[in-house]
């Protein structure tokens, strides 16, 4: 087992490894407790007087019955129907949601707001999954080997000048590094604030749990109606490929 010495302590790198994610986990559960509660607490509170002014309203329902409507405008909206509108919305299955989803399948993001809900569906999604998983990683390790190419390529056109190497390197990293950042999370939520209505704040807060792979699903690239946005077909799909 790995270990180091500090002043006369050995210590292991395994140890420390699961001491500092277990800590990193802690303050991060701490933070996020401190910083959401008194938020979920308001929206719960708001929620319980809306309903009770809807009951006062509207004295033919009782609570019972409220609650069963609820549940299933829930269950609606667990199974990707938007409980809104009615039948003739459009449909969450159209190619463009399609392929949204595939993407978010083989890049492991996984934003939770589409999912299969037939069986056949179902078994179709971890077999597309197992196969496509790999793809996807074969397809980051080529893309990734171009790259390297190409800056190798820049490095050495540059070095023909009589730059110092290590120079040339530095401004060689740093120059994909803001290129990247532009391509990827800067320019990206100015499309979304326009396409989506969301403000610059949001789309970049859902340009990084994207390209991160984590896809928590508070927030999908879609305009009204559900339909997914064409720009964020492309840029899910070239984006977070080249994560």
Same mark, same amino acid.
């Given at each position: 087992?790995?270990?180091?010495?500090?002043?006369?302590?050995?210590?292991?790198?395994?140890?420390?490894?699961?001491?500092?994610?277990?800590?990193?986990?802690?303050?991060?559960?701490?933070?996020?407790?401190?910083?959401?509660?008194?938020?979920?607490?308001?929206?719960?509170?708001?929620?319980?007087?809306?309903?009770?002014?809807?009951?006062?309203?509207?004295?033919?329902?009782?609570?019972?019955?409220?609650?069963?409507?609820?549940?299933?405008?829930?269950?609606?909206?667990?199974?990707?129907?938007?409980?809104?509108?009615?039948?003739?919305?459009?449909?969450?299955?159209?190619?463009?949601? !399609?392929?949204?989803?595939? +993407?978010?399948?083989?890049?492991? &993001?996984?934003?939770?707001?589409? #999912? %299969?809900? =037939? /069986?056949?569906?179902?078994?179709?999604?971890?077999?597309?999954?197992?196969?496509?998983?790999?793809?996807?990683?074969?397809?980051?390790?080529?893309?990734?080997?171009?790259?390297?190419?190409?800056?190798?390529?820049?490095?050495?056109?540059?070095?023909?000048?009589?730059?110092?190497?290590?120079?040339?390197?530095?401004?060689?990293?740093?120059?994909?590094?803001?290129?990247?950042?532009?391509?990827?999370?800067?320019?990206?939520?100015?499309?979304?604030?326009?396409?989506?209505?969301?403000?610059?704040?949001?789309?970049?807060?859902?340009?990084?749990?994207?390209? !991160?792979?984590?896809?928590? +699903?508070?927030?999908?690239?879609? &305009?009204?109606?559900?339909?997914? #946005? %064409?720009? =964020? /077909?492309?840029?899910?799909?070239?984006?977070?490929?080249?994560?």
């Amino acid at each position: 087992m790995a270990r180091f010495q500090v002043g006369s302590i050995r210590v292991s790198w395994t140890g420390l490894l699961v001491l500092s994610y277990s800590l990193y986990l802690l303050i991060g559960a701490t933070i996020f407790q401190i910083l959401e509660r008194a938020a979920e607490s308001q929206n719960r509170d708001h929620f319980q007087l809306e309903k009770l002014k809807f009951l006062k309203n509207y004295s033919c329902l009782d609570g019972p019955a409220l609650e069963r409507f609820v549940q299933v405008i829930l269950d609606a909206w667990e199974k990707g129907v938007n409980p809104s509108g009615n039948s003739t919305n459009p449909s969450n299955w159209d190619f463009s949601s !399609s392929f949204f989803f595939a +993407g978010t399948v083989i890049t492991t &993001i996984g934003y939770g707001n589409l #999912s %299969p809900s =037939t /069986v056949s569906g179902q078994v179709f999604c971890v077999f597309y999954a197992l196969c496509g998983i790999p793809l996807n990683l074969a397809f980051l390790n080529q893309l990734g080997k171009g790259l390297t190419a190409h800056l190798g390529r820049l490095e050495r056109s540059v070095l023909i000048t009589g730059q110092h190497e290590q120079t040339v390197r530095i401004l060689t990293m740093s120059s994909f590094l803001v290129m990247g950042t532009l391509m990827f999370l800067v320019f990206p939520p100015v499309i979304f604030s326009y396409v989506e209505g969301w403000t610059y704040g949001e789309g970049f807060y859902y340009a990084f749990i994207t390209l !991160s792979t984590i896809g928590f +699903g508070d927030y999908v690239g879609q &305009i009204q109606r559900s339909t997914t #946005s %064409p720009y =964020t /077909v492309a840029w899910l799909a070239y984006g977070s490929s080249s994560a």
